[in-house]
């Protein structure tokens, strides 16, 4: 790697001083001490919906050991992934959510180091069908009583959401009636986002808040700028990148980070694909529009994705505004049955997830070292911020390092 990328990324990397100390505290001098990264701090996310059968006892047989070998692939790579909390499937039959599933599949996510998010909250796609069943005012008691149901329900388990998605369509969204295009027609766009924020915020105030959309224009801009001006707590802005219809290039990619970045708040490329098979035509509007039997992946597309996954991801990580990357569906398939995944339909490995383990546990990733204690017992740890283990006289200890982290004193 060159000089000046190594130079683009040190805000991605840190440092901090360790000093180790026996029992009564005479420092630990001269002692090899050897580091190794055992987590990164950023996040990288993928999708990956079957790990709720999974987690959960359903899958049998040969599924299930292709499950077992698919997440074995997954939990090298990933360290955050997004938990499909549709209302429609979550809670297709009125007052009986899925609380119990979803919580095993997240605790066990949770127990192979995986950091997680639910999405959304609120959606006028894929919603509860029994909203129609009302008036909006009832719609919009309904829609803030499960916010606070679920946010309090996986406090401390999910503590990232996706409050409200894609709400520059939202209230002209004309493909099929919903209940929540009428309440967003009927109180506007920024009041809506204020009601689902305020009673997210209020369900769980330790929670990471984003607001999210596909839209990437000035539309969804002035939207974010109208509520902030509102006071409306968003943490971070979450942009969608389905790259069906073709890789964006660096310089579009650049153009959204600058229009975003100006708000001074961290944002997450919430929604990643591109395809190793034939593109999308440019003129379908809608993704979801572009029906097929079948889209394969062809010899030159697996190439291409991953050439441009890597350029993708290298823009996105070399600016200190991004916090987190997360590919949308890690096999084939899984949406619109796009060859999009990082994986195959029956989970073989594909171009694009050899390049992404490069960059993350390779090119990113800060190798192990032997450092020696000085007579105060110190040591220096840097590298990519994250979570590291020192083992000292066959004592490992686990330290984080991140920017500007005090030192630390380990007794061991």
């Given at each position: 790697?060159s000089?000046?990328?190594?130079?683009?990324l040190?805000?991605?990397?840190?440092?901090?001083?360790?000093?180790?100390?026996?029992?009564?505290?005479?420092?630990?001098?001269?002692?090899?001490?050897t580091?190794?990264?055992?987590?990164h701090?950023f996040?990288?996310?993928?999708?990956?919906f079957?790990?709720?059968?999974?987690?959960?006892?359903?899958?049998?047989?040969?599924e299930?050991?292709?499950?077992?070998?698919?997440?074995k692939?997954?939990?090298?790579?990933?360290?955050?992934?997004t938990?499909?909390?549709?209302?429609?499937?979550?809670?297709?039959?009125?007052?009986?959510?899925?609380?119990?599933?979803?919580?095993?599949?997240?605790?066990?996510?949770?127990?192979?180091g995986?950091?997680?998010?639910?999405?959304?909250?609120?959606?006028?796609?894929?919603?509860?069908?029994?909203?129609?069943?009302?008036?909006?005012?009832?719609?919009?008691?309904?829609?803030?009583?499960?916010i606070?149901?679920d946010?309090?329900?996986?406090?401390?388990?999910?503590?990232?959401w996706?409050?409200?998605?894609?709400?520059?369509?939202?209230?002209?969204?004309?493909?099929?009636?919903?209940?929540?295009?009428?309440?967003?027609?009927?109180?506007g766009r920024?009041?809506?986002?204020?009601?689902?924020f305020?009673?997210?915020?209020?369900?769980n105030?330790?929670?990471?808040?984003?607001?999210?959309?596909?839209?990437?224009?000035?539309?969804?801009?002035?939207?974010?700028?109208?509520?902030?001006?509102?006071?409306?707590p968003?943490?971070?802005?979450g942009?969608?990148?389905?790259?069906?219809?073709?890789y964006w290039?660096?310089?579009?990619?650049?153009?959204?980070?600058?229009r975003?970045?100006?708000?001074?708040?961290?944002?997450?490329f919430?929604?990643?694909?591109?395809?190793?098979?034939?593109?999308?035509?440019?003129?379908?509007?809608?993704?979801?529009?572009?029906?097929v039997?079948?889209?394969?992946?062809?010899?030159?597309?697996?190439?291409r994705?991953a050439?441009?996954?890597?350029?993708?991801?290298?823009?996105?990580?070399?600016?200190?505004?991004?916090?987190?990357?997360?590919?949308?569906?890690?096999?084939?398939g899984?949406?619109?049955?796009?060859?999009?995944?990082?994986l195959?339909?029956?989970?073989?490995?594909?171009?694009?997830?050899?390049?992404?383990?490069?960059l993350?546990?390779?090119e990113?990733?800060?190798k192990?070292?032997?450092?020696?204690?000085?007579?105060?017992?110190?040591?220096t740890?840097?590298?990519?911020?994250?979570?590291?283990e020192?083992?000292?006289?066959?004592?490992?200890?686990?330290?984080h390092?991140?920017?500007?982290?005090?030192p630390?004193?380990?007794?061991?």
């Open positions: 790697m000089s000046e990328m190594k130079d683009q040190r805000h991605r990397k840190g440092s901090r001083k360790v000093t180790f100390l026996t029992k009564d505290g005479t420092p630990v001098k001269n002692q090899t001490v580091v190794r990264q055992v987590s701090g996040l990288f996310g993928c999708t990956e079957s790990a709720l059968p999974y987690a959960n006892g359903k899958l049998r047989g040969k299930k050991e292709e499950a077992e070998e698919r997440f692939l997954f939990f090298d790579l990933f360290n955050y992934t938990l499909p909390f549709y209302w429609g499937m979550f809670e297709h039959v009125k007052g009986n959510p899925n609380t119990s599933m979803m919580k095993k599949a997240s605790l066990w996510l949770i127990e192979n995986v950091k997680l998010k639910g999405h959304p909250l609120c959606w006028h796609t894929a919603t509860a069908p029994w909203l129609l069943e009302m008036n909006n005012r009832d719609i919009l008691a309904a829609q803030l009583n499960r606070r149901r946010v309090t329900d996986f406090a401390g388990i999910v503590d990232i996706d409050v409200i998605n894609e709400v520059v369509i939202m209230p002209i969204f004309d493909k099929y009636d919903n209940g929540i295009t009428r309440i967003c027609k009927e109180l920024i009041r809506t986002v204020r009601e689902m305020a009673a997210t915020k209020k369900a105030p330790d929670a990471v808040l984003l607001i999210n959309d596909f839209e990437t224009s000035e539309s969804y801009e002035i939207l974010i700028e109208g509520c902030l001006e509102a006071g409306i968003i943490d971070a802005i942009i969608q990148s389905h790259m069906h219809q073709g290039g660096v310089e579009k990619t650049h153009r959204v980070l600058e975003y970045s100006r708000f001074g708040l961290p944002l997450h919430t929604e990643n694909t591109l395809v190793s098979g034939k593109l999308m035509p440019p003129e379908i509007v809608d993704l979801n529009d572009y029906v039997d079948e889209w394969p992946s062809t010899p030159d597309g697996l190439v994705q050439e441009e996954l890597e350029t993708h991801y290298r823009t996105l990580f070399a600016d200190p505004n991004v916090e987190s990357i997360t590919w949308w569906g890690f096999t084939d899984g949406w619109l049955k796009a060859p999009s995944g990082l195959t339909a029956d989970s073989k490995i594909k171009p694009a997830y050899e390049a992404l383990r490069r993350i546990k390779d990113w990733w800060t192990p070292a032997e450092l020696v204690t000085d007579d105060t017992g110190t040591i740890v840097t590298g990519f911020i994250g979570d590291y020192a083992d000292v006289k066959g004592e490992k200890v686990k330290i390092v991140g920017r500007g982290e005090m630390c004193e380990v007794v061991i």
